[in-house]
Every structure is written in C-alpha cells, then in structure tokens.
C-alpha cells in the first residue's frame, strides 16, 4: 500500500502579501484544500496580527516574529502532524528539518539582483537564514525558466533541484457596477497598468510613452495605473511617477485608482483596449495572462521573462525606449485586425497556464521527494 504524502503549506503569508506573490499562495490553497488521492494537507498560520505598517520599530519587531515563525514555531507544528514536505510559497522555509523536507518558491532572484531595495536587517536574513535553508531544499520551484536561471547565478546548486514550474492568471469576479464616470475618465477608452509602484516596474517610461501617443493626436485615451505605492521606501516609484505626470501635465488623464481588490479588478481589464507591462524585470507577470483571460491585447518589455510567458501572442519593445513603445501602442490602436490577431493568439497562449496545472506539477515533484 502507498504511503500517503503529508505536506505542510505555510499561508501565514496570506496576512502580508498583495501582489502575485499573495495570488500564488492564495490560488494553490484553493488547489490543495481539494481531494488529492495520496496526499494529506495541512494548512499552518499564525494567530497573532501581522504588522504591515511602515514605523521602523515595529517593522524590526515583526521581522522577529517572522523569524521566530519560520525557524521555531512552523517546523514545530508541521513536525507535530507528521509532515513529511513542508511547502512555502515566499522565499523562505525553517532552517532546521525535523523529519521532513522543504520545498520553497523563489519567484525571482531580486533579493539579489537589487539589494539596495532592501533594508539590510531583511536581506541579512535573506542571505543567513534563507539562503542557507534554500541550499538544504529538497527541492526550489520558480515560475519560469528565466527565473531558474538567474537564480541559478546565484544560488550554486545543481541545476537539476530547481524546478520551472508556471503559473497562472488570478481567479478574478465580473461585476458590471462600475463606471468610468466613478472613476473620473473623460473617455471611455484607456491603457492599462496593474501592478505596485516599484522602480523595476518602469511606469515612468510609461507615461513618457503615453505622453507622445497623445502628442500625436490620440487624445480619446486614458492610462490608468492600477496598484498602490510600494510599502519599502528604497522600492517606491512614486515620486518619480508623480513628477512625470506633472512634467507633461497629465493630471486629468492618467488615473491612480490605487488598490484595486479583486471584486474590481476584472471591471479593469474587461474595458481596457490594451494592458501594457514595461517592466525592466518580472519573475513571471502574471497580469500578462490576465489580460489574455479579458480578451485585452498586451505589449510587454522585449526582457527576462515576459517574452516566455507571452510567446507569439505579445507585442515586445525596448524597455528602455519610450519612442519604441509609443509605436507599439500605435501600431496595436490603428490596426483593428492586429489587434484580434493578438486577442486571439492571446487566448490560445492561455490555454498552456492554470493553477490545476500547478498543483499537478507540485503535486508531483513532492512525489519525488526522497
């Protein structure tokens, strides 16, 4: 008889993340509270209030207490249910195995790639404890090959333990009860941006890029940049966005609606007539597939991993060239049939990605474990 799998997913997470991150965990939580032959779940998460403020004091003390959680309290609990995998989904997994083996996510490599982005006590703790207890891994998943890669420059462990293993769009809700007007667009037709205000996200090109589109004429156009200022001050854009938007006084047509939760989110992406993401870097980008989900064509940066996840169905430019974007853009709103073709090629795209393709993929690698 076949021994049933005990995994352990930590979704302590849930109470801090807002970006693809928490959709990850929260869309494999959904997968894995499902019937799986062979396999038990378990589910561990902290009682006591995560603090996501900014005051630097209580910061430091939260760091603690994510410290105390990962290396004491969640390897306790999953030893205490017999786990023989214990799973984590931000980066991070105990130190110290009792009895069971660990599988992290790394969806990128920025703690590397941008240290000045972090403050030092959190990428001290990167590099002691979750760089040392990502070397004992059984195993490490990232979202794409190029993400395997760069970490891969990195992390010096045999290429064969870390598995691409992809994502797939958020499960959104359709409402119909917005409007433009609620949202103060003079017309009803925009570009699209979600995502949070970090410097590697490049909105600030952007909105250079959407300032000669209008330059040229195109003045039935709004952009909207969905998302909120990025809580660390070394990754925050914000200023910079602002003073763009005020260099080319486009106050009353670029739209922050800030935030926008999920029971919204899908109102976005319906009505938009193109998603643009000119990001200088992506673990995986998941609005890519999201925009393919709403039947929106996307132009994506010609870098790391978004040409992978987008493959023909992506127009790609110089993220470093707003002129570049402008006539991409262009290109897609005077040309009717290119853009079905994207929509359309965008739909067949799609079809590669789901998170019950995820989970059978996990699935099987815990099957590995050894």
Partial sequence: MTKTIVVGLDIRDLRIAKTGQRTYLEEIYKEFQKEHPGFKFYF?????????????????IEQFRFILWKQLILPLKAALHGCDIVFCTDYFIPLINLKFKTIPVFHDAFFWEYPQHYNKYWLMTFKSLGVSAAKRAAFITTPTQY???TVLNYLKIPADRIIPIPEAPKTLIHKKDLSSGSLNIKTSRYLLHIG??????????????????????????TLILGGQFSPKNDMDAGLEII???????????????????????????????????????????????EAFQHNVPVIVSNNTCLP???????????????NDLYHKIKMVIDNPQLKSEMIEKGKIRLQEFSWERTAAELLALFKKVK
């Fill in 44 to 60: 561990f998460d902290t009682s006591i209030r995560v603090y996501t403020g900014r005051n630097k004091f209580y910061k430091l």
């Fill in 147 to 149: 993400a395997k890669n």
């Fill in 196 to 221: 949070v205000f970090e410097k590697r996200k490049n909105l600030a090109l952007l909105i250079e890029a959407f300032h000669l589109l209008r330059s040229a004429g195109y003045h039935d156009y």
């Fill in 243 to 289: 003073e763009t938007i005020k260099k080319y006084q486009l106050q009353d047509y670029v739209i922050m609606p800030g935030y926008i939760p999920d029971n919204d989110l899908a109102w976005y992406y319906q009505n938009a007539e193109l998603y643009v993401l000119p990001s200088l870097n992506e673990g995986f980008g998941l609005p890519v597939l």
């Fill in 308 to 322: 992978e996840v987008g493959g023909n169905a992506v127009l790609q430019f110089d993220p470093y060239n707003p």
